[in-house]
Nanobody, 129 residues
Framework: QLQASGGGLVQAGGSLRLSCAAS????????IAWFRQAPGNEREGVSW????????YYRDSVKGRFTISSDSAKNTVYLQMSSLKPEDTAVYYC????????????????????????WGKGTLVTVAS
């Protein structure tokens, strides 16, 4: 089971740190991703991390502003979000899958959400202008 937390209301230019904690399984060998969905929009991939080697990926619009990291001891993945913009407003979800750990290293774009088997409930991030 995945549990996302850390969302809230922040002014543009501010920062938030989201957490994704797992219970009942270890993140070892997994790819953990953050997706987001704004009202009326499709759910889109934001960032992922491959736990075994720390390889990461970011969508272009968050590069240089967001940082994904993991803490194996806490079985938690974080998304540090800085220089937030109103267009970052969305419900953020974390997702996990073990079977795609080789595939993510071979493709140049974010894998569709269908590739991720486990999902947590979202956490709302609102960035005020």
């Amino acid at each position: 089971q995945l549990q996302a937390s850390g969302g809230g209301l922040v002014q543009a230019g501010g920062s938030l740190r989201l957490s994704c904690a797992a219970s009942g399984f270890s993140f070892d060998g997994y790819v953990i991703a953050w997706f987001r969905q704004a009202p009326g929009n499709e759910r889109e991939g934001v960032s992922w991390i491959r736990i075994d080697d720390g390889k990461t990926y970011y969508r272009d619009s968050v590069k240089g502003r967001f940082t994904i990291s993991s803490d194996s001891a806490k079985n938690t993945v974080y998304l540090q979000m800085s220089s937030l913009k109103p267009e970052d407003t969305a419900v953020y979800y974390c997702a996990a899958d073990r079977s795609i750990r080789d595939l993510v290293g071979k493709v140049s774009s974010f894998l569709h959400r269908a590739y991720f088997a486990s999902w947590g409930k979202g956490t709302l991030v609102t960035v005020a202008s």
